[in-house]
């Protein structure tokens, strides 16, 4: 987990897709220009369905594919521009030069997969999810800043 700036953590059960269509809808209203939401865990976690339920909340309604094989996709909604990124084929940091990283966050906000390969160029203020699969099922673990900390202060889903 990521401690630079942290304000908070919270558990989430995603008991089911409708428990991580809210959690997205609840990150895309807080979701605004230079966010990070960086989104950790292993293959088949969730990390891209989550990324789903945020972009459906911020009202993009095409289909949206796993950015796997482009490493980013870009999305215009009525709020902002979100870019969707996969880093799990980056080897090396320098690449986040041409993936476009500083740029998005200039124009809009980024959700990234596979955070860790971004090295330090993720911002401090970063949101970061951090999802698991167990025998109990799928888990949110979600830190951030003070910032964030308020955006997720009135959830009564934490467990």
């Known amino acids: 987990m990521h401690k630079d700036s942290q304000g908070f953590q919270q558990s989430f059960a995603l ?9 997205g809808a609840r990150i895309a209203a807080s979701l605004r220009i230079g966010d990070v939401v960086a989104l950790n865990g292993d293959l088949g976690s969730g990390k891209t369905t989550l990324a789903r339920a945020i972009l459906r909340a911020l009202g993009v309604s095409e289909a949206v594919p796993s950015p796997t094989f482009t490493l980013v996709q870009a999305y215009e909604t009525a709020r902002l521009a979100v870019r ?10 320098s690449d986040m030069d041409e993936l476009g990283l500083d740029e998005a966050l200039e124009e809009g906000a980024a959700l990234i997969e596979w955070p860790e390969h971004a090295g330090a160029r993720l911002p401090p203020d970063a ?21 964030w900390a308020r955006a997720f202060g009135e959830t009564q889903h934490a467990g």
Do not use: C, E, N, P
């Open 15 to 23: 008991v089911d897709l409708a428990a991580t269509d809210a959690l």
């Open 84 to 93: 969707h990124y996969d880093l799990y084929r980056v080897d090396d940091v």
């Open 127 to 147: 949101l970061h999810v951090a999802l698991t699969f167990d025998a109990r099922g799928r888990r949110a673990q979600i830190s951030g800043s003070q910032r």
